[in-house]
């Protein structure tokens, strides 16, 4: 699938190059240099890349940086005499050099599957190469083209006072519609890009509320012996706040009137706490009846009174299986085993147990809170009939989600030693997370065409003030003004109009974003188990949006001023 979609774009592109270049003007030798440039600059940078041990799913920006800069000096490697001519020769080497690292991560073993970090790599890689890549060529047009003119002097004003002339109704209504356009896309692009991040951003916290920071396991996910000497090992990492140990099963938990399927957590009520934010949330009467409840302790005068039952131990529920079970606390719950089995008068059968429901938690996530529940850690070692002292995993703590991944690096000694492994709370999502990032790529993608569509209401605007002033351009140029000068004129109108439109769509997007956060929007939390609309904005989308946004209106301002630059003043003096 990721192949036959960039074999379609590439053939596309390529396309589009043979219909509109002349085949004895396009220089065969200025692309095979800019690719034999784009392979230098590709392979020092993977191998750069491979040596300082980063990857593409936790350094994503990294390499998107390095692909920028890259493609700023590739774009700027191509002769700009012919600067039409050279934006469909960088044309041809992207989709060349893109085919290449394609073939290269092929050869790598990197997975093309649509949720990994490889493929979100190529999809953003194209446009990007591309925007900066005309916009390296462009610079390098402005800088030392004819003329060679290294600022906006009076290019500048000229500019300025094309655009706010007066003298043109239509090329003023025009201007005013690009404005909003790029407006409307830029505040589309920030809202939407900060819903999906709010999405992503309460799934990340309800995930870690339901779970530990890190996992301790055995690699055979099998249950180990806690020793001493690995308690003291863990307390003595850096980065390591609280471990708790815990046992964990396959059951199903039956009811008077249903039953469900689960996952029998088994806890320490005083440091499982620490670890698990969802327990953090219970009453301490409910951790407490954690523990088997002794129903008379005292020894009775009447050696032929009946003693009192003994109540069954605690077990704390999700809501969601509580709902389920239709059972609220104080009632009684059987916990069923489907691995173990117990001798009866009829036979083997099930082994189960009673619990009576002594707390319920809601972590607002139906998958935990349907199919979690917690008991004593004694009572699930008896329960599946483990050795003591020997658990299942330990639950560890880091000071902030973020430094997970240092913690883990920090613990490999000392799980090499124990034969075990320990894993943060983003690779234990590593599929959910990925699939999050490459929904926010393609919508980021999707919504950018927006911003695309909207720049090409700049071209109708340059269009049309090249018309009008062609008189005017044949005047500069007769006194004197070079080709680059005339194109930085153009330059600075799409410029204008982009920029303001794109602090306008910033703008109105933070507005919005603010708006949601403070006012929140209902949404029916039966069907997305949220009761408003998460919204997340960071900085970094804003700048990635508004620096998108304003790239795209150079690169569609470029080719018109080019149009407007190549006017000969005689034809111009004689339409005047």
């Keep these: 699938m990721t192949w036959a979609v960039f074999g379609l774009v590439h053939l596309a592109a390529l396309v589009w190059v043979l219909r509109k270049v002349r085949l004895k003007q396009f220089d065969t030798t200025q692309t095979l240099r800019g690719i034999v440039l784009g392979l230098f600059l590709l392979f020092p940078g993977v191998m750069l890349f491979e040596f300082l041990g980063l990857s ?77 890549g005309y916009l390296g060529l462009s610079v390098r047009y402005l800088l030392v083209g004819k003329g060679k003119g290294r600022g906006f002097g009076y290019e500048s004003l000229v500019g300025r006072r094309f655009l706010l002339s007066k003298s043109s109704p239509a090329l003023s209504v025009v201007t005013a519609i690009s ?48 020793t001493n000497e690995l308690v003291d090992a863990l307390a003595q990492t850096p980065g390591v706040e609280a471990t708790a140990a815990y046992i964990e099963g396959e059951v199903a938990v039956a009811s008077r009137s249903n039953f469900n399927g689960g996952v ?67 009632d009684d719950v059987r916990v069923i085993s489907p691995m173990l089995e117990v001798l009866t008068p009829v036979g083997p059968a099930p082994k189960s147990r009673g619990f009576r429901v002594v707390g319920i938690f809601s972590s607002k996530m139906y998958e935990y809170d349907s199919r979690f529940a917690y008991v004593d850690i004694e009572m699930a070692r008896t329960f599946f009939e483990l ?84 008189q005017e351009i044949a005047i500069l140029k007769t006194i004197g003004a070079r080709s680059t000068g005339i194109m930085k004129i153009f330059l600075t109108q799409g410029m204008v109009v982009g920029g303001l439109g794109t602090l306008m769509g910033g703008i109105c997007g933070l507005i919005t974003v603010s708006g949601l956060e403070q006012l929140g929007l209902w949404i029916p939390d039966e069907v997305y188990y949220i009761d408003s609309l998460p919204v997340h904005l960071s900085v970094a989308d804003l700048v990635v949006v508004m620096v998108a946004a304003l790239l795209i209106v150079w690169d569609f301002a470029i080719f018109p001023a080019l149009q407007g630059a190549s006017l000969e003043p005689v034809e111009g003096l004689r339409e005047g």
Aim: charged share 15%; proline share 5%; aromatic share 6%.
């Design 264 to 330: 029998l957590m088994g806890i320490d009520a005083k440091t499982s706490p620490k670890v698990l934010k969802v327990l953090a949330g219970l009453s301490s009467e409910s951790l407490a009846g954690l523990k088997v409840l002794s129903g008379d302790s005292q020894p009775s005068d009447d050696p032929f009174a009946f003693s009192k039952p003994v109540q069954p131990p605690g077990i704390i529920l999700g809501a969601e299986m509580a709902r389920a079970l239709s059972v609220k606390l104080g």
């Design 387 to 470: 050795a003591d002292g020997q658990v299942t995993g330990l639950q560890v703590q880091a000071a902030t989600p973020e430094m997970a991944p240092d913690v883990v690096a920090n613990l490999s000694p000392v799980m090499k030693v124990h034969s075990l492994e320990a894993r943060d709370w983003r690779r234990r999502n590593q599929t959910l997370f990925a699939a999050l990032e490459l929904e926010r790529v393609i919508a980021f993608i999707v919504l950018a065409f927006i911003i695309l569509v909207a720049s090409f209401s700049i071209v109708t605007t340059l269009a049309m003030s090249i018309i009008e002033k062609r």
């Design 179 to 226: 404005v909003v356009g790029v407006t409307l896309g830029v505040w589309l692009v920030v809202v939407s890009l900060a819903i999906l991040s709010g999405f992503e951003h309460d799934l990340r916290q309800k995930i870690i509320g339901a779970h530990a920071h890190i996992l301790i396991q055995d690699s055979q996910v099998k249950p180990f012996d806690l």
């Design 56 to 132: 593409l799913e936790r350094s994503a920006g990294v390499s998107q940086s390095m692909i920028a800069l890259g493609a700023l000096l590739l774009g700027a490697s191509f002769k700009p005499k012919t600067t039409g001519m050279a934006a469909r020769e960088f044309t041809v080497a992207v989709c060349f050099l893109t085919e290449i690292g394609a073939g290269l991560g092929l050869w790598m073993g990197q997975s093309f599957a649509l949720s990994s970090p490889f493929t979100r790599l190529l999809l953003v890689v194209p446009p990007l190469v591309l925007l900066l």
